[in-house]
């Protein structure tokens, strides 16, 4: 076991799973760790290390395919006797086990809920078979940027929603926004640094450390990234959700959308990648106009997706590249095919043309208004608490000072089969000063908020002291 | 202009446009080329370092985007004044110029082609009616891999017409081949080194180099990728495609499989990926069953694609891993949604659940098995030439002995504005050894064939001495 005690690294870019994986391999491979020996058991590793189970499970689950670890049941994990670098099992590997069914908890304030009860069905429908029979040129390979009349359409939704300043050459239509970063991390050089928002989607961060490319977290405050540490930072791309932080639920003021302007505008190697989910849902005032239109250099590339606006699986979003990186995109990917099907970029595009779009958005834009009124209103009741980030987007924060979130996330599933999630969840270099919940909206309808508000209440109006000394 | 007298590596993996423009940049930079200072015209350069307007055209694309050199008209292109390391412009950059309209040649060998006459619209429409109008739960996320069902589908019909061995379990989903080999490429350790076929794919090159990983051009001879090459060339991921090398036509034979596979089995840290486009079309003999499903240590990984079979714009590949790179996939990319619209996923679930899968590829194989009797007949009347790689998929090559491709598909743009692809465009580190036309036949209808078979004879026909030396 004293082999094991090392600390993981949680600030770092390699993920913790990977960082126990290579412990091991590095030991095994240098004899540290002998043929047939026993290692400790998942759950032993996890207490020692201090990390999750899940975390010591995936290094495991990835020590057993590979070879390293032979897993029997009842005797645990053992180093395997034949050395994948001397003599490859002659044995079929196992497949990995599948990961543990997630636990049956109900999510109802779920932060990636869309509300499909008003998908326009009907509208899809008729679109869709009409894209089918009328046009037989869209079963042939169309443009790699998505085809010019969606991108045209598009263009002109976004100037007037998002005051974009773009032209249709600008924009490329991709399979989800994760595709698309996954593009954007190609066309920037790789020397380049990522400042990613620190708390923040843990995607945007697996998506970095995926390509072996370099990030840094800095903190998020009550504006949005904290400027003079990113300055600070080294780092030449910062990765920002100006339009409703997530999971801050901040809206960047003018004044510090500009701050982060001049930082860009000040060395020729820096970007802002600027996320813009959940713009098209505003609640107190008029929607902010995207970075992207202040920008008159050329450094802002604009991210957006109709998987929240329209439905989950509707894998279309789009991204819009400055002058110089369209060169870049040019000439590196050319040969690509687009990668959303010709059928759905021509619904859509008739979708947005015909005006069925915004209309979509103010009917749910209206519903979604409602089930906010909702929560603020059962919130409202829990004493010592306060909420932020509501003023758009589709979840909100509920702060709850001394309170501690894990016990809390802990008791909802156990008491009441409820998923809950703290703040601390997407924190990366430090703990969150005050607790928290995230929670979500979209997806809150009256029949969910009857069977799991009175929960969410009696859990939070419960003393300090009460609860979380247990 | 001494100072542009560097030699071009052509064998390496940085293309030639990126290299061009590195210089330029280190010449700025280092102030060997002043401010206001005129370089060469693309004409010039073009000539001078004996490479392609194109990639040319592409290189000062980049540096005029980036701000290094200015374009103005009729004076050609300068050093920019405003460095961009010290004072960035203040005016908006302006956008790439698009590239040069490609010149409206008649393309009826194109290899890429997919005969859509046949397509089955009305079940398709059906299909994609019931999909929209049916579950409203496809209208949620779905599952990273794919949805259950088609993996389950797909996996069955796999392991019949193609000899494959998985469980769903393996199979990944996703928005077309290049989506998911560059998710494959993110589940290889970055010290990988890549071995692709030459000649081969432009499109695996440059997917390859988009992610900074390092690459080896291994020779093909008449059964597949060369193994004593490959074993020397210090690669660990090979890249091939049995079924049908793209562009020799080559199937490879079941010992040059298990001659890879050992290579594969040989050290733990290799892999094989067979790309098994066009594995759907053979008319000689029995289809030759995937070489994944040879492979008994988890060291294949198994691509193919819906495009070709159905048609180019059906964004929907699919991917089989072996155990140890599922578990590296689950560890990576669990976060990711599928990149295929649900509704989508549906309809060729039941495309292939029903049973019209394969009545389509019965369709459509007959077809192009006429197509290529047709293309056979026709290129048997010109003398001197032989005609290999029939035996399956969608294309051949015409071998010219003793002609010059360049002058050969120069001539068909010029006189009969006929595209033609000589073998050479598809080779990296030697040109090919004889001359060779590359045709596809997927596209050619008996109209296409008329107006432009007889111009193909007519410029094949031709004496070597009366036309190459023109």
Known sequence: MADFLFVPDSAGD???????????VSEIQSGSLAAGEKVPSKRRLCAHLGVSM????????????????????????????????????????????????????????STGAVDTSV????????????????????????????????RQVLCHFLREYR????????????????YLLDLVLQLLPREAVYALEDPGYRSTYRAVANQGLRVVPIPVDDQGMDCATLEASGATVAYVTPSHQF?????????????????????????????????EFRYTSRPIPAMQGLDRRGRVVYVGTFSRSIAPSIRVAYLILPPALLARYRAQFSYAASTVSRFEQQVLCRFIGDGLYARHLRRVGGLYR???????????????????GSEAGLHLLLHLPGRDEGTLCARAAAEFGLKLRG????????????????????????????????????????????????
Request: proline share 12%.
């Open 423 to 470: 703040l601390g969840e997407f924190c990366r270099a430090a703990p969150p000063r005050q607790a928290a919940l995230v929670l979500g909206f979209a997806g809150l309808d009256r029949e969910r908020l009857e069977a799991y508000g009175p929960a969410l209440l009696s859990l939070c109006r419960q003393e300090p002291s009460a609860l979380d000394k247990s």
């Open 119 to 150: 998908f326009p069905y009907s509208s899809w429908a008729r679109l869709t078979r009409d894209a089918v029979y009328q046009n037989p040129d869209l079963l042939q390979r169309g443009d790699p940027q998505g085809d010019r009349e969606l």
């Open 163 to 178: 005051g974009v300043v773009c032209s249709p050459e600008q924009l490329v239509i991709g399979a989800g926004m994760e």
């Open 14 to 24: 390699t993920p913790l799973y990977e960082q126990i994986y290579r412990r091991f």
């Open 247 to 279: 999971p801050l639920g901040v809206t960047m003021p003018a004044g510090r959308r500009t701050q982060l302007l001049r930082w860009a505008y000040a060395r020729p190697d820096r970007y802002l990648i600027e996320d813009d989910y959940d713009s």
């Open 54 to 109: 899940s975390t010591v499970e995936t290094a495991y689950s990835l020590l057993v395919a590979e070879g390293y670890l032979d897993s029997r049941p009842r005797s645990g994990y053992r180093v395997s006797p034949l050395l994948p670098l001397e003599a490859p099992a002659a044995e079929a590997p196992a497949l990995p086990v599948s990961p543990p069914p997630a636990p049956p908890l109900a999510d109802p304030f």
């Open 370 to 388: 409602a089930r906010r009124g909702q929560l603020l209103e059962l919130l409202s009741a829990i004493p010592h608490s306060a909420v932020t």
